[in-house]
């Protein structure tokens, strides 16, 4: 006995690529056991096509994201998490299969949204701590998102989806994007990685003098779009007063993300918007305002910063190991930890601070 499946939305994205591809036929990849079944990959296929403009790279685009078949969720207006994944890496000429640990890398992606439910828009930046490409000699550490330039949003039998193109950065385009906006360092660059391809061996936009003053007088003129910033070693200790000693409440921080939260403060407070700090158990929302002060309630700390205090704050937010108090908020303590950067093997391979 056998049931016909019915694969609307894998047809749907098929007939999107016919578009642009014709007839050539992709590598593809399909997963042999679901991962509802404990597979390990949850992506049911990863297709790969040649592309030869705006130079030689492989095209690879996603399959599992959103609804292939029968409808399931109860959303209408969109399949599954609404988007599927792309990926533009540049090829050899003489290169006939894609390389694996790009599809790793995508599987990778699947897994994080699989498990934590967060998707990816376009603007979204993802730190990857080491090379997108493991062993490889490239300054590529993180991850942006973009619409794919081909590939418009379309309407399936199951809803919408958008393809979000996965685009490879450097630690400090990064930076750029967190203290500006991700999408208007990726169009200040575009001249030279036209398309959003990914090449392993490429250096830093910012290296670039017109792109280095472009990206400095976006964040003076409109400051960070970064609202919130999740911070691994990001603590809160509730100071002990008494008769004969006094410890002050205290905020901690790792060294690696002391100095992009300094930055992103400035971006933010001065433009009179506020940022939020998520860390495992705690969450420190820094606000503007004309009287600085701190408030506890349960697991959220609130900081209100005049200017007088983002400066002084500023001055001690270094990706040092330190601990310091702040004469504008009488008892509030900061202590900056050292960062213990790891392989995946979990052996310790920098220390910041």
């Given amino acids: ?13 098929d007939q999107e690529l016919l ?6 036929e992709p590598k593809h990849y399909g997963t042999i056991l679901p ?14 096509y040649k592309s030869e403009s705006p130079v030689p790279h492989w095209h690879f685009v996603t399959y599992g994201f959103s609804e292939l078949y029968e409808k399931e969720s109860e959303d209408a207006d969109y399949s599954g998490f609404g988007f599927e994944l792309t990926f533009r890496l540049a090829r050899n000429e003489d290169e006939e299969e894609p390389p694996a640990w790009a599809l790793n890398l995508l599987q990778n992606m699947g897994r994080y949204v699989f498990n934590s439910g967060n998707v990816f828009k376009s603007g979204d930046y993802l730190d990857a701590n080491g090379p997108i490409c493991l062993d490889a000699d490239t300054l590529l550490t993180a991850l942006a998102f973009t619409l794919d ?10 809803g919408q989806l958008e393809f979000i193109q996965m685009v490879g950065i450097t630690g400090d385009e990064l930076e750029a994007m967190q203290i500006w906006n991700t999408l208007g360092v ?9 398309s959003y391809v990914t090449d392993l061996s490429r250096t830093s936009l910012l290296q670039i003098p017109s792109i280095a003053e472009a990206v400095e007088r976006g964040m003076e003129e409109e400051g ?36 992009i939260i300094d930055k992103l403060l400035r971006g933010r407070i001065l433009k009179g918007k506020s940022l939020i700090l998520v860390g495992r158990e705690i969450r ?9 002060e701190y408030s506890v309630e349960e697991q959220d700390v609130t900081i209100t910063l005049n200017e007088k205090a983002l400066i002084e704050l500023s001055q ?13 908020i009488p008892g509030l303590s900061f202590q900056i930890v050292k960062t213990y950067l790891k392989d995946q093997e979990g052996n310790v391979v920098e220390t910041i601070g």
């Fill in 149 to 158: 330039p081909e590939l418009p949003a379309i309407d399936t039998p199951n």
């Fill in 186 to 194: 990726l169009n200040a660059g575009v001249e030279f990685i036209p």
């Fill in 284 to 292: 420190v929302v820094f606000e503007p305002g004309e009287k600085s």
């Fill in 35 to 48: 991962y509802s079944l404990g597979g390990e990959d949850p992506l049911q296929g990863i297709s790969a």
């Fill in 316 to 328: 001690s937010l270094k990706p040092q190991e330190s601990e310091f108090e702040l004469a504008s």
């Fill in 224 to 259: 960070s779009n970064t609202g919130y910033l999740f911070v691994d070693q990001l603590a809160w200790e509730q100071g002990k007063k008494g008769w004969f000693s006094k410890h002050l409440d205290k905020v901690m921080l790792g060294a690696k993300q002391a100095g």
């Fill in 19 to 24: 578009k642009i591809y014709g007839e050539q």
């Fill in 1 to 13: 006995m056998s049931e016909e499946v019915n694969a609307f939305g894998w047809d749907a994205i």
